[in-house]
């Protein structure tokens, strides 16, 4: 790889399937993002427990969601796709950072408040230390770039913090990342409740669109989305919620602006719109289904590729690592 090029990081959970929200949201970005950059893709799967799983589903879920990213275009000749829990200097780096960040800076973060709440009175000091461990993703990479989401930039704030008051006790020792905004990347909401984001947890299994769905249920959840009580296909995010973010998802499928999507459905209607979005977004995961049932049951090959990234990821990350120990002065092994 390029050592010129700056460097991307991105982990996704493994979670279940992942939907067109995390499609067109994020790995449809990664695809395009090969060719810039350095890039580090990782199946965050020690993120994942902050919260009750299955073991059996985990490890199920981690390995279909590996090869559903080769299948969406994932390179492993161009980026470094890996399991973060097959590279310990994560969890190295995580409890050395906690030890620099302090319990004020994490009480204060959104999503540990939201989860907490729903996980009632025990609540798991993983959930609560998850922000250190993201950090610690980024920062092992010297990562220049990363993209985020509106729900994760007060992560990436703490990330950069904890970088900063590192290298400012100790000397230059991070990179401090910046985050990436993509030019394109929908922010793909829920079918049925419009108002917020697309989730694969939702109980409401017509709330969101898996990569893996057929066209028939594809359409058949499109057909049964939310709108608004009006006719018009017309973009207007505050009082038409349900229509506009099927516009979006339409443009996202075929690159259309909103003004071409008004234009080519003028006096149509919901229901010519609905089916429309569903078929064309049934077309543009057809060829990434395909390619996903070839390499879901080439295990050989999926594990060639889990060696030989799991390798590049833990060499460019002990570097890192080895660099921390040595300033907070611990012994470097022999």
């Not at 930039?153 to 993509?182: C, G, M």
């Not at 990569?211 to 038409?240: C, H, Q």
């Not at 071409?260 to 077309?283: S, T, W």
Request: glycine share 6%; proline share 4%.
């Amino acid at each position: 790889m390029d050592q010129e090029k700056k460097v991307l990081f991105s982990g996704i959970q493994p979670s279940g399937v992942f939907t067109i929200g995390n499609y067109f949201g994020a790995i449809k970005n990664w695809v395009s993002l090969q060719d810039q950059y350095r890039c580090f893709f990782s199946i965050v799967d020690l993120h994942a427990i902050t919260v009750p799983q299955s073991p059996q589903e985990l490890r199920k879920n981690s390995r279909n969601s590996l090869a559903l990213l080769l299948a969406a275009g994932i390179d492993p000749k161009m980026s470094t796709l890996y399991y973060q829990s097959h590279v310990s200097a994560h969890s190295e780096l995580a409890w050395i950072l906690n030890c620099y960040t302090n319990m004020g800076e994490l009480s204060r973060m959104t999503q540990f408040k939201d989860k907490s709440q729903k996980q009632g009175e025990n609540i798991r000091a993983g959930l609560y230390n998850y922000p250190v461990l993201m950090a610690a993703d980024i920062l092992l990479f010297q990562t220049n770039l990363v993209p985020v989401g509106q729900d994760q930039k007060q992560h990436l704030e703490l990330t950069r913090d904890i970088a900063h008051r590192f290298n400012n006790h100790f000397s230059p020792t991070f990179v401090i990342p910046e985050p990436y905004i993509p030019s394109t990347g929908a922010r793909v909401m829920s079918l049925q409740e419009p108002e917020k984001k697309m989730s694969k947890s939702d109980e409401n299994k017509n709330a969101f669109v898996c990569m893996t769905d057929d066209t028939d249920s594809i359409i058949k959840k499109f057909k049964r989305a939310v709108t608004d009580s009006g006719s018009e296909v017309r973009y207007d995010s505050l009082n038409k919620s349900g229509i506009s973010n099927l516009m979006e998802i339409y443009s996202s499928a075929t690159g259309d602006s909103y003004d071409e999507i008004e234009r080519r459905f003028n006096g149509q209607g919901y229901g010519n719109f609905k089916q429309a979005v569903g078929e064309v977004i049934a077309d543009t995961l057809k060829p990434i289904q395909k390619e996903y049932g070839k390499l879901i049951d080439d295990k050989g090959y999926i594990e060639e590729i889990i060696k030989e990234s799991t390798e590049i990821a833990r060499k460019v990350s002990y570097k890192t690592l080895a660099k921390v120990k040595k300033k907070v002065g611990l012994v470097l092994p022999i």
